[in-house]
């Protein structure tokens, strides 16, 4: 079998003086069955990859598949350790019933440029001055580009009670893992009377829209089934405010209101207790913590979320923990040849896929540049989308900018609830994701508003 580029940890260093033959050691067993997608490298097996990508997701994969394009075979390598690659973005609809969980998920390989070379394996650390990423196998891999596309981290360990009620207790379920998803549609189903309360935690989290847009699903649910008189239907919030952007704030907190939703800001929940059915929540900014028990008969609660552990503990992290990038061109503040994308990153703008799309566009850009010898000066502008799903036919489609201000794709007013979007939501999306984004084609829906807006957008 071929021997791939995978270094023993400690020789990476001096690898760059060493023979190919000294230095390429064979995978371990987990990884063998890559051998189908990998090809006789086109550079020095010695010197390692030319572009090493960290992480087979939104970000990670739409970056590999342009690169392999641009690069050639061999000369780009995904390090992803998952079987499967999931459509994240569907698992609002698995909740609300609208979708099985199956819908949102296929095979790594099927997905995986087939250029790239896969190593399945799961990166522990980074040695960016070394050109080095260190895999859980204790091989080191060596790169002369880095795209560091990793996610964020899902940290269910770190709210009291939440591993147990997920495990344990059918009403308390989480759309926010593939494990999990499953549960909620079966919670609102099984639902009968009381509090159902929908959390948002303290932390950074991806599509800030989720933990409601399930809500409205529910209380939907629930009116078209007659449990809605018996419902008492929370949103518990540790933020001060429903949504980032004010315009679409606005147009949520009528929703609420219309809908009898009580919304209650600076809510923080801070452990459940499944045995009782109850939950324990503070009001953040106390001092001292006051904290409050409320009854539930389910609850929808988003995990705590932070920076992947591997970054966190590298060079790589900034100040908060996640990859320290320009905001603009996606370049590492401190390491020209490392770059980031997606939700690992330090961009201060919502994390969803549609904003890795519009980060994509500009880090082709800057990796173009960079390559060129020239500074980049692509220009990413906070783009990120949410569909707010708020029924079961309607979503009002969040579009905004770094500075929260609505940078919408169609000439209509994005800021109403409307079955267009509901669609575009349901049924366009996955396929655009699956066929553009996954493919390295999509880099959001910049062109199609300046052709919308007769040029007039920003
Ligand atoms: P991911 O796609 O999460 O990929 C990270 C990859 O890194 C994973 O494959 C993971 O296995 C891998 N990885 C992790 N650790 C390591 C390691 N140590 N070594 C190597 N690889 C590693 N976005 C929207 O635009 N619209 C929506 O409507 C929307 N709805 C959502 C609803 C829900 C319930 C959820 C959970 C998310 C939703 N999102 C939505 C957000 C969107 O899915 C993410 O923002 C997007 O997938 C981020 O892409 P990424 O590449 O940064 O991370
Ligand atoms: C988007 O580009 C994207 O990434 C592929 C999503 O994730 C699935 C989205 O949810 C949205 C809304 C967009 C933005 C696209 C349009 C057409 C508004």
């Known amino acids: 079998m071929q021997g791939l580029r995978v270094f023993n940890r400690g020789a990476a260093v001096l690898c760059h003086h060493m023979s190919a033959s000294n ?27 030319k572009f090493v990508v960290v992480g087979g997701g939104t970000g990670g994969l739409a970056m590999a598949s342009w690169l392999a394009r641009q690069q050639g075979k061999g000369n780009v390598a995904v390090v992803e350790p998952a079987d499967a690659h999931y459509y994240q973005p569907m698992w609002t609809l698995v909740g609300g019933g609208i979708k099985t969980k199956e819908q949102s998920v296929k095979p ?77 549609f079966e919670a609102i189903k099984n639902f009968k009377k009381g509090n159902a309360i929908f959390t948002f935690p303290s932390t950074p989290i991806k599509c800030a829209g989720a933990p409601q847009k399930i809500m409205y699903l529910a209380e939907e649910y629930f009116r078209k089934n007659n449990k809605r008189d018996d419902a008492k239907v929370m949103y518990n919030t540790s933020l001060g405010a429903i949504f980032g952007a004010p315009k679409y704030a606005k147009a949520l907190v009528e929703v609420c209101k219309s809908r009898d939703i009580e919304v209650n800001y600076k809510t923080e929940l801070v452990e459940i207790k499944p045995e009782k059915k109850e939950a324990v929540f503070a009001r953040v900014g106390t001092e001292p913590l006051e904290t409050f028990t409320l009854p539930y008969e389910m609850m929808h609660v988003p995990p705590p979320m932070g920076p992947p552990n591997a970054i966190k503990a590298s060079p790589l992290a900034g100040p908060n923990g996640f990859v320290a990038v320009n905001k603009e061109t996606g370049q590492h503040t401190k390491y020209p040849n490392v770059f980031g994308i997606g939700d690992c990153t330090d961009i201060p703008t919502s994390k969803t896929a549609a904003a890795a799309a519009g980060q994509s566009g500009a880090l082709r850009q800057t990796i173009s540049a960079v390559l060129n010898g020239l500074t980049p000066n692509s220009k990413y502008d906070g ?4 569909p707010l799903i708020t029924g079961y036919d309607k979503c009002i489609m969040a579009e905004f900018d770094f500075n929260l201000e609505p940078l919408e794709t169609f000439p209509v007013d994005q800021g109403v609830e409307r079955r267009s979007m509901f669609h575009l939501k349901a049924d366009v999306l996955p396929h655009m994701y699956w066929n553009t984004m996954l493919k390295g084609y999509w880099s959001g829906p910049r062109f199609a508003r300046k052709v919308m807006h007769l040029g007039m957008s920003k």
Do not use: R
């Open 23 to 49: 230095q390429a050691i064979n995978i371990t067993p987990c990884i063998q069955h890559i051998s189908s997608y990998s090809t006789s490298p086109t550079s020095n097996p010695a010197n390692g990859y």
């Open 108 to 184: 790594m390989k099927d997905v995986m440029p087939s250029a790239c070379e896969w190593i399945q394996d799961k990166v522990t650390g980074f040695d960016p001055d070394n050109n080095t990423v260190k895999l859980s196998t204790g091989k080191d891999v060596q790169y002369e580009y880095l795209v560091v596309a990793m996610g964020i981290q899902m940290n269910f360990d770190k709210l009291k009670g939440l591993e147990e009620a997920l495990q344990n207790d059918p009403m308390v379920c989480c759309n926010y893992s593939f494990d999990t998803v499953d549960k909620t």
């Open 383 to 386: 783009y990120t989308s949410c």
